[in-house]
């Protein structure tokens, strides 16, 4: 049974950082694709970074040069470093594998709030 488990949300103050972590088990390997997502109340769930299976990495253009994607294959990992927070970076924030054949899981989400 596929599994994305996220953790490392909480509460910042704007201008700090966390790390955010979604470890993958079951069925997902390595060649899966990952992605970062976020979703705000009311608001459709946006994509933040994603990267290939071979490592290639995209982001969103509100993200860019404050967050960055990574995965540990041997670890079974994949990390979201977000540094320069903001308010507007507040939101549960969602582990997505996708594989090539289009199989497609989510995990439950991880609050992230940016506040003084």
């Known amino acids: 049974q596929a599994q994305l488990v996220e953790s490392g949300g909480g509460l910042v103050q704007p201008g700090g950082s966390l790390r955010l972590s979604c470890a993958w088990s079951?069925?997902?390997?390595?060649?899966?694709?990952m992605a970062w997502y976020r979703q705000v109340p009311g608001k459709q769930r946006g994509l933040v970074a994603a990267?290939?299976?071979?490592?290639?990495?995209n982001y969103a253009d509100s993200v860019k040069g404050r967050f960055t994607i990574s995965r540990d294959n041997t670890k079974n990992t994949m990390y979201l470093q977000m540094d320069s927070l903001k308010p507007e970076d507040s939101a549960v924030y969602y582990c997505?594998?996708?594989?090539?054949?289009?199989?497609?899981?989510w995990g439950r989400g991880t609050q992230v709030t940016v506040s003084s």
């Open positions: 997505n594998a996708q594989s090539r054949l289009g199989y497609n899981f």
């Open positions: 079951g069925s997902i390997s390595s060649s899966y694709s």
């Open positions: 990267i290939g299976s071979g490592g290639s990495t």
